[in-house]
């Protein structure tokens, strides 16, 4: 069935420094969603792709598509305590939304 | 309302007990996820329903779990005969539109099985 893989599983960061996730699938895709968890918390969406080669940047956070439609990505510069929590990638190819398994970003102060 | 509402935020039961998990979604979306999220652990898709199609159950773990919808309305998830692994929070997510647009998820139910 439709898979996202998603690495890395954790990361954990000096604030300041910068983050990347990447979400990985086989098969070509209809589109990207990004969704970031805080502990504690449900997942709420940030963003999502359609275009091929597409990039949106909000504020901080830069997310492209692959040209393939076959990867994504989601970098954040200069990461604050803020940005802490799990950032899930999703994809809605067959209908129903499908998660990567998150990466969990810890940010030192 | 104006977010996803899921009941009860937290439920204990005992081994073997049957629980029903419950969810409103936001009114005029079509579509409504369920989702289970072990403690640490990505979102593992359960069932998935968009209007009045036949729903996809396909990640429903065992007989032991079923779910329904009525219309495009509220959602219930039945977990029988409940064992300890099924310990986890249970999202409920609803969109506008099947799997193209942005997913609103509820607070979750935290389950316990003791």
């Known amino acids: 069935g439709q898979q996202v893989m998603q690495i890395p599983q954790y990361q954990h960061v000096q604030e300041g420094e910068d983050f990347t996730t990447y979400c990985n699938s086989s098969?070509?895709?209809?589109?990207i969603q990004w969704y970031k968890q805080r502990p504690g918390g449900h997942p709420v969406f940030l963003i999502q792709l359609v275009k091929s080669g597409e990039v949106k940047k909000q504020k901080r956070l830069t997310f492209q598509f692959g040209e393939a439609k076959k990867n994504s990505s989601l970098h954040i510069t200069a990461t604050q305590t803020t940005d802490v929590g799990t950032y899930f990638c999703?994809?809605?190819?067959?209908?129903?939304?499908?998660f990567g398994q998150g990466t969990t970003l810890q940010v030192k102060p | 309302g104006a977010g996803v509402s899921q009941s009860p935020s937290n439920k204990v039961t005992e081994k073997g007990k049957d629980v029903e998990l419950r969810c409103d979604p936001i009114?005029?979306?079509?579509?409504l996820y369920w989702y289970r999220q072990r403690l640490g652990q990505g979102l593992e898709f359960l069932i998935y329903?968009?209007?009045?199609?036949?729903?996809?159950k396909s990640g429903l773990p065992s007989d032991r779990f079923s779910a329904e919808r009525t219309g495009e309305s509220v959602s219930t998830l039945t977990i029988q005969r409940t064992q300890q692994e099924d310990s986890a929070v249970y999202l409920c997510a609803s969109s506008r539109l099947k799997g193209s647009t942005e997913a609103f998820f509820g607070q979750g139910t935290r389950l316990t099985v003791v």
């Open positions: 098969t070509t895709l209809s589109n």
């Open positions: 329903f968009q209007g009045n199609s036949a729903p996809d």
């Open positions: 009114s005029g979306h079509t579509a």
């Open positions: 999703a994809s809605g190819n067959t209908g129903k939304l499908i």
